[in-house]
């Protein structure tokens, strides 16, 4: 991986413990990164394993539908332990053509703190979004609360694997089973993740992947549809192409949502790389946790005993009374210190202004995913990063929560003036 500069954000300036004893930036101190620590990066392949391949697409004009593409496939298909494995454009497009080939209508149970492309793709589909609140303590859909959110109109259940903590796939299908309902998953951070020490990938009538750069397994752009269920596979394959079938005499209304041969080079590289990647992943999660143990206020989703999340973020919640600061006040801190951060999901969907209309009339009742959103923040994650530069994030974290009092005070003098 010598082609990720972010190696040499390992260069200490100064000693852990004073670092962490200094003055927070925000107050005037040195930032913990003057240079910047991204929130993510995308781990690649070095580029002598692309170049062969690359230059041979070139060379045979071959840029889509090309043996690449199949050999994705079938690699990505076996690793999961699925049938089969549909590659498209992006995730998006994959749970839009799901929902399109298993003729879904009516209502679709989905959670709130997910991504928004989750909700869009149904909406695209003229379904109706109900959203499900999550469960407190995992942050996956709450299957109790999508059981209760039925009515006449339900079709479908959408579980997500949100930041790569498996969803509880089990008792999805099986509420999902009792009333005669589809069960797709959105597996946009699924790569990585793991349910009874099997990969994600097999539950449901669909799962939907994500390839885009910010996942542990890379294809630029791209996303995969796993299913069991070959007639499935074979709709998805005619609907990523308009929905032709071969003679020019469409039998759905699909789309392009091809993946070029370009993404499927990248994608059998990054999948040799994809359990180190999930590894050490879950090796600079355990870090952060060690480190922040002492730090009050601080909390995490929880990963059952019997899977492994992808980490595809760490996502943390601040309890302001304990940690003497907001989700808020904490990230302008961290911005302070150089480092990246972003706020997974906030607002959650049902408060996107596009669904306003739609929530004037739903008026969800959504307690967790409403006293989630305003406490979360994803901490800096990505499969090559140094274990140096967690160290180096804990520190800041150390020094702003103990000079908490003070920064509150600082920050709301600024807003009054
Ligand atoms: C939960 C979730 N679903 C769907 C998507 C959409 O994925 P894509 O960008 O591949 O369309 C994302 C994107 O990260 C996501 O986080």
Redesign the pocket.
Known sequence: MKNNADHQVATVRQPVSDRANGRPAVLGGEPVFPEGIPFMRPTLPPWEALADPLRKIIESGMLTKGRHLEAFERAIAEYLGVKHAVGVS??????LLTCLCLDLHGEVLVPSF??M??VH?MVWQQLTPVFVDVDPETWNINPAAAERAITPRTTAIVG?H?FGNPAPVEELERVAARHGLTLIL?A??GFGALHHGQPVGRYGHAE?F???P??LLVTG???VVTTNDGALAERLRVAREYGNPGNYDSVLPGINARMQEFSAILGLETLKMLEENAQRRNALAARYQERLATVPGISYQKIQPYDRSSY?DLTIRINAAQFGLDRDQFGIALRAEGIGTRQYYVPPVHQHTTYRELMTQQRPHLPVTEALAPEVISLPIYSHMPAESVDRVCDAIVRIQTHAEEIAAALSAQRER
Request: include cysteine; glycine fraction near 12%.
């Open positions: 992006s995730c998006t497009t994959g749970l997910t991504f492309a989750t793709a997500v949100v959105d946009a951070h939907v994500s390839s885009s910010t996942k752009e791209g996303g595809k």
